[in-house]
Nanobody, 124 residues
Framework: VQLQASGGGLVQAGGSLRLSCAAS????????MGWFRQAPGKEREFVAA????????YYADSVKGRFTISRDNAKNMVYLRMNSLKPEDTAVYYC??????????????????WGQGTLVTVSS
């Protein structure tokens, strides 16, 4: 499985960005796809996840209502639309994938496959 994240950049507080994750290497049915982030000096934390089959979505409380995760099955792409960005959203964002991940571990940052990360910087 290969994951390629892109779309990061510098944005002012209140602005928006859309991150993309291109997935390749296999059929992603029964996979969970996640977005995590890691700010300097902090641990990697869960942002959002989506089940490839069915499309159930999950969000961290800190981004609920501002971020939207989605997928395009035909293109093997996962997206993270980020609105109303805050300086505290500044981090390197990683996409991740795992097969058959159970709900209780959907937010745990130990997925099997990771992309290289894309930097999001939100200025105040």
């Amino acid at each position: 499985v290969q994951l390629q994240a892109s779309g990061g950049g510098l944005v002012q507080a209140g602005g928006s960005l859309r991150l993309s994750c291109a997935a390749s290497g296999r059929t992603f049915s029964n996979y969970a796809m996640g977005w995590f982030r890691q700010a300097p000096g902090k641990e990697r934390e869960f942002v959002a996840a989506i089940r490839w089959s069915g499309g159930s979505t999950y969000y961290a409380d800190s981004v609920k209502g501002r971020f939207t995760i989605s997928r395009d099955n035909a293109k093997n792409m996962v997206y993270l639309r980020m609105n109303s960005l805050k300086p505290e959203d500044t981090a390197v964002y990683y996409c991740a994938a795992d097969y058959g991940r159970i709900l209780s571990r959907i937010r745990t940052p130990d997925y099997n496959y990771w992309g290289q990360g894309t930097l999001v910087t939100v200025s105040s």
